[in-house]
């Protein structure tokens, strides 16, 4: 959630607009959102916690893609479509992964497929919450989007090192 909040952040700088913009950044997010989820099947046969933990270095990427992007914009000046492109396929990228993640996180949990749902998706809300809150009224405000992103790289990387040193999924 923090990635599409300073996607639409990014959009309203570069733009000028995000009104318009916010509908269609919240669709293709979802149906990302779902198409990693519905495909976790087809691209991992046998997802293991090495698999978690790729997804998650691809997530990184996806984040240090969105911040190299930014810093490129900021010195150049941009066809307006090639913008409008490249933010809404990054949008389409993470989105993706975090469906993939979310559904990988379900298959790895050692309980009942509705259980795992439910307290995965309850600990999504949460989280969810938690990085809109915080990147709109701290992290922003307080570092800019570049440093934003600085930072929520840095917590990715964070959690693919939790990941890979403590592979548990209860």
Excluded at 69 to 76: A, F, G, T, Y
Aim: net charge positive; glycine share 8%; with cysteine.
């Amino acid at each position: 959630m923090a990635v599409e909040m300073v996607i639409l952040l990014a959009i309203q700088l570069a733009f000028g607009y995000v009104y318009f913009y916010t509908a269609i950044v919240l669709t293709i997010f979802m149906t990302g959102l779902a198409a990693g989820a519905l495909g976790v099947r087809r691209i991992l046969q046998n997802a293991g916690p090495k698999h978690f933990a790729a997804l998650q270095v691809l997530l990184a990427c996806s984040v240090f893609l969105l911040l190299w992007w930014l810093l490129l914009v900021e010195s150049r000046s941009m066809p307006r479509i090639l913008l409008h492109a490249v933010f809404l396929g990054l949008t389409l990228m993470a989105s993706c992964i975090s469906g993939l993640l979310f559904a990988t996180a379900a298959l790895l949990r050692k309980q009942g497929i509705s259980r795992a749902a439910g307290g995965l998706y309850s600990a999504d809300l949460a989280g969810s919450a938690a990085g809109a809150l915080l990147t709109v009224v701290l992290m922003v405000p307080l570092l800019g989007l570049t440093g934003s992103l600085f930072v929520l790289l840095l917590l990715n990387l964070m959690a693919i090192l939790n990941s890979l040193i403590r592979p548990s999924f209860k």
